[in-house]
């Protein structure tokens, strides 16, 4: 019975990415040219994304109302 898997193959270097799509290691005369084009096209589609940037969030002033508990809060052994 055959499994369909889904793999980071652009996060793979070339030689894991092509174990992966063949299913096994390759062979001294296997014709690994497909896969190696299949993770070079995945490489490239990572290389074309945008950086990653983490937004920091920006938070508004405390309401009067609970500053006492933000103060309670901040001072909490675990949180500290």
Request: aromatic content about 6%.
């Amino acid at each position: 019975m055959e499994q369909q898997s889904r793999w980071l193959l652009a996060w793979m270097n070339e030689p894991e990415a092509v174990s992966v799509l063949l299913g096994r290691a390759p062979a001294a005369d296997d014709d690994i040219r497909k896969q190696h084009r299949s993770w070079q096209q995945a490489r490239a589609a990572l290389m074309a994304r945008p950086a990653f940037r983490q937004s920091t969030s920006v938070l508004s002033k405390v309401p009067r109302a609970l500053q006492g508990k933000v103060m309670e809060f901040q001072h909490r052994p675990d949180v500290v």
